[in-house]
Nanobody, 125 residues
Framework: DVQLQASGGGLVQAGGSLRLSCVTS????????IGWFRQAPGKERESVVC????????YYADSVRGRFTISADNGKNTVYLHMNNLKPEDTAVYYC??????????????????WGQGTLVTVSS
């Protein structure tokens, strides 16, 4: 079974940094499309960043470009979201996701993939 377990959320001041982790199992991380999504209170889920782990092709939401970076450690089966210069509008529950067949666009559009439970990030002003 594909499983994803996200962690690392918490409370941080605006301008601060945070790193989320997502431990994965049940598929070959090195060939997958991986990504992070978020859902703020009262809003729909949005794509934050998605990347093809082997090819390196990456999609970023305009709101996080230049501040957030996705990376993966295949040896640890872990995906990371590095978040810098956090803003109050980044407050949301963050979810990691993976598309084991490597279909990056389908993952980015939220049409395919497996999802982990969320981790809450709160950015205070």
């Amino acid at each position: 079974d594909v499983q994803l377990q996200a962690s690392g959320g918490g409370l941080v001041q605006a301008g601060g940094s945070l790193r989320l982790s997502c431990v994965t199992s049940g598929f070959a991380l090195g060939r997958a499309a991986i990504g992070w999504f978020r859902q703020a209170p009262g809003k729909e889920r949005e794509s934050v960043v998605c990347s093809h782990n082997r090819d390196g092709d990456t999609y970023y939401a305009d709101s996080v470009r230049g501040r957030f970076t996705i990376s993966a450690d295949n040896g640890k089966n872990t995906v990371y979201l590095h978040m810098n210069n956090l803003k109050p509008e980044d407050t949301a529950v963050y979810y990691c996701a993976a598309e084991p067949r490597g279909n990056l666009l389908q993952l980015w559009r939220g049409r395919s993939g497996h999802w982990g439970q969320g981790t809450l990030v709160t950015v205070s002003s």
